[in-house]
């Protein structure tokens, strides 16, 4: 019972991040909260309208970007405790899913300390960052609660369920191009407009391999948490990427691509 009543709670918390992020996208005082980076940067000289003293303050705590890296401390140190805890008994769905959690935290950790390169002065607003942990921490929460609701059918000796083969697919192009994509980026002069691969069509690629990898994760569980955690990741990261958009169509000269994260769509 406590475990539905926590699962009811993720839900709840995604359902208002979400609000958040389309009400901040909509509201041009709070549009400043999905900046972050070089969109940031080139929105810190714009004066900002003081008519609400609580509200100009908390509009201007920020963090340093390079935080970024705690997001993936959080989830693989969440994804790596409860699969080797669990994996054993877990179906095999289950264990799948924290299976690509793992490596995938631990990729991006890896590209985060190693190959992206982040400016001492590149910043991203606090709630930016709390909402990042909050997630990489649900995510991990929601395969537990899963798991643990459905411990009827768990199995000593897990069989291979074919059906993860279209998710296992998924994971694996999204993982090897964002991959392939991160590593471009770092190479690509500061905010300069990156031009490999899947940027010539999109401007952010990079964010549709996530969608593609949370997609994968969503498949494998099934469930409404997961489902309205994949509806966050695309919320957020498409307002994000039409931010990014909008910012190299004023401070590139090059040829922007028409998308912004789903080739043909946005």
């Known amino acids: 019972m406590i475990l539905k009543h926590v699962d009811i709670i993720l839900q709840i918390f995604y359902a208002g991040a979400i609000i958040s ?68 008994g877990l179906k095999s769905k289950d264990a799948w899913s924290y299976f690509l959690i793992l490596v995938h935290s631990f990729r991006r950790l890896v590209e985060n300390l190693f190959i992206l390169r982040h400016s001492s002065k590149s910043k991203m607003h606090l709630s930016h960052y709390l909402v990042g942990i909050f997630f990489y921490s649900a995510i991990n929460l929601n395969i537990i609660i899963n798991t643990s609701l459905g411990e009827d059918d768990l199995q000593e000796e897990p069989e291979l369920d074919y059906k993860i083969f279209i998710p296992l697919f998924l994971f694996l192009i999204g993982f090897g191009d964002q991959f392939l994509n991160h590593f471009h980026l770092s190479k690509t002069i500061k905010y300069n407009l990156p031009s490999f691969g899947m940027f010539k069509l999109i401007c952010c690629a990079h964010y549709f391999d996530e969608i593609l990898i949370y997609t994968s994760v969503y498949l494998l569980l099934g469930n409404k948490t997961s489902l309205i955690s994949l509806i966050w990741v695309i919320v957020n990261l498409t307002v994000s990427s039409i931010e990014t958009r909008n910012y190299y169509k004023i401070n590139n000269e090059g040829k922007i691509p028409k998308w912004s994260i789903i080739p043909f769509v946005i």
């Open 21 to 88: 992020v389309l009400l901040a996208k909509f509201y041009p005082k709070l549009n400043r909260l999905l900046k972050y980076g070089k969109t940031l940067d080139g929105s810190t000289n714009k004066p900002i309208e003081k008519d609400n003293r609580l509200l100009d303050n908390l509009l201007q705590i920020y963090v340093p970007k390079y935080w970024f890296f705690h997001f993936y401390v959080v989830s693989l140190t969440l994804s790596a405790i409860f699969f080797a805890l669990l994996h054993w």
